[in-house]
């Protein structure tokens, strides 16, 4: 198993140029998460999915858009990059549990994409 | 919303010494928490839960204290080592929709 994997690690782009991050996961998760972390600052949930063909706003959705068209895969797009998107960009995936102990569990993630708006 | 809180954002102990990392949150309704490890240049990578049925769950060298009363948990490490030095992020569940992340608490392991 690959577990998550983000595509691409590095990126740098200009002022109101657009990009899409790709998110994979082999584990059959049903969640799946994009965040991002600043400096010196916890993880910021953008958007998440709580299945194949749904998508919810996050802490911080503005300026960005998502689609989870397959289950195994999260994007995250960006239509006109700014200097305040300027960050490291975190996938996550985590599996849903039943009975007794219902409820979502431990989030995987994946190793990151390092973006850089000039 | 919802928010997550570290008394202490840096942490400095000596290798072989025992750490405590602390974490308030405010959602009552939680139902789940998660200590992650996050070394430099990673992801954040799972290291402990538990549910709130429980206050008490134990690892390898660590344990997880829940305190639903006051709405606190603990990350413990015995014998902390020179490989535990890293930034510690506590979790919550949110409405069993996402996680609400603290922001960290960055461990460090002197010699």
């Known amino acids: 198993n690959a577990g998550v994997t983000q595509t691409p690690k590095f990126r740098v782009l200009k002022t109101g140029q657009s990009m899409t991050l790709l998110c994979a996961q082999d584990?059959?998760?049903?969640?799946m998460y994009w965040y991002r972390q600043d400096p010196g600052m916890g993880l910021r949930l953008i958007h998440y999915?709580?299945?194949?063909?749904?998508?919810a706003k996050g802490e911080v959705p503005d300026g960005y858009n998502v689609s989870r068209l397959k289950k195994q895969n999260f994007l995250l797009g960006l239509e006109s990059a700014a200097p305040s998107q300027t960050s490291v960009y975190f996938c996550?995936?985590?599996?849903?549990?039943?009975?007794?102990?219902?409820?979502?569990?431990?989030?995987?993630f994946g190793p990151g994409t390092r973006l850089t708006v000039l | 919303g919802e928010s997550v809180g570290l008394h202490l954002p840096t942490l400095s102990v000596q290798e072989g010494d025992n750490s405590i990392i602390n974490c308030a949150y405010s959602?009552?309704?939680?139902?789940?928490f998660i200590w992650y490890k996050q070394e430099s240049g990673k992801g954040p990578q799972f290291i402990i839960d538990i549910r709130s049925n429980m206050d008490k769950r134990q690892g390898q060298r660590v344990t997880v204290l829940l305190n639903k009363t006051v709405k606190h948990l603990s990350l413990q490490i015995a014998a902390t080592q020179p490989g535990d030095s890293a930034v510690y992020f506590c979790?919550?569940?949110?409405?069993?929709?996402?996680?609400?992340f603290g922001p960290g608490t960055r461990l460090s392991v002197l010699p």
């Open positions: 979790a919550f569940d949110n409405y069993g929709q996402n996680f609400v």
């Open positions: 584990m059959n998760h049903e969640y």
């Open positions: 996550a995936s985590s599996y849903l549990v039943s009975g007794r102990a219902a409820g979502i569990n431990e989030q995987f």
């Open positions: 959602n009552s309704a939680s139902d789940y």
């Open positions: 999915s709580v299945g194949e063909g749904t998508t």
